[in-house]
T-cell receptor
Framework: GAVVSQHPSRVICKSGTSVKIECRSL??????MFWYRQFPKQSLMLMAT?????????EQGVEKDKFLINHASLTLSTLTVTSAHPEDSSFYIC???????????FGEGSRLTVL | SQQGEEDPQALSIQEGENATMNCSYK?????LQWYRQNSGRGLVHLIL?????REKHSGRLRVTLDTSKKSSSLLITASRAADTASYFC?????????????FGKGITLSVRP
């Protein structure tokens, strides 16, 4: 199946700093990518839909200025957590569509720990 | 908001037994998908069933869909210790690569060797 790569897989940062997470589709082009957040032992919550060449669409309750999304090319979307705080500590997962069926391919996730 | 609701939330079985997990949803869908997640890892797509399908098989997996009851089940036959993971159902309202997946809460499956 299609491959989606996320980097970094783990990141620890100090409170107040910004962290960038990359999501790449390795063997296909993705005009749309999705960013999810997952707390321990909980489900995935969609944060935003990343659209290549245009602004991301954020889900209700997700702060646009807090979670900056850039989808500059057909194979790369980035999520920047700005001025991170301990409550932003979570597992962030991206995904990209592989066809008209709606099947999505997921990255391995990025675990963010904010001290 | 989450649409899918899986039950049970946790399931512990002996290796070799079958595992049945259920998922219910609230609105009409285009398709329903099951995913697996090993601890601390990303999600792996298991199987997709469209709204006009009632049953689908893939290896040791069998998925059913009852649109009248808005429910689906995932059966894993002859379970193995390696099947230990969290399983999520996810629904898609409209088809297409831009469609959003709405995930259920997940089921934690433990297979004892």
């Amino acid at each position: 199946g299609a491959v989606v790569s996320q980097h970094p897989s783990r990141v620890i940062c100090k409170s107040g700093t910004s962290v960038k997470i990359e999501c790449r589709s390795l063997d296909f082009q993705a005009t749309t990518m999705f960013w999810y957040r997952q707390f321990p032992k909980q489900s995935l919550m969609l944060m935003a839909t990343s659209n290549e060449g245009s602004k991301a669409t954020y889900e209700q309750g997700v702060e646009k200025d807090k979670f900056l999304i850039n989808h500059a090319s057909l194979t790369l979307s980035t999520l920047t957590v700005t001025s991170a705080h301990p409550e932003d500590s979570s597992f962030y997962i991206c995904s990209a569509g592989g066809g008209n069926t709606g099947e999505l391919f997921f990255g391995e996730g990025s675990r963010l720990t904010v001290l | 908001s989450q649409q899918g609701e899986e039950d049970p939330q946790a399931l512990s079985i002996q290796e070799g037994e079958n595992a049945t997990m259920n998922c219910s949803y609230k609105t009409s869908i285009n398709n329903l998908q099951w995913y697996r997640q090993n601890s601390g890892r990303g999600l792996v797509h298991l199987i997709l069933i469209r709204s006009n399908e009632r049953e689908k098989h893939s290896g040791r997996l069998r998925v059913t869909l009852d649109t009248s009851k808005k429910s689906s089940s995932l059966l894993i036959t002859a379970s193995r210790a390696a099947d230990t993971a969290s399983y999520f159902c996810a629904t898609v309202y409209a088809p297409g690569a831009n469609s959003k997946l709405t995930f259920g809460k997940g089921i934690t499956l433990s297979v004892r060797p």
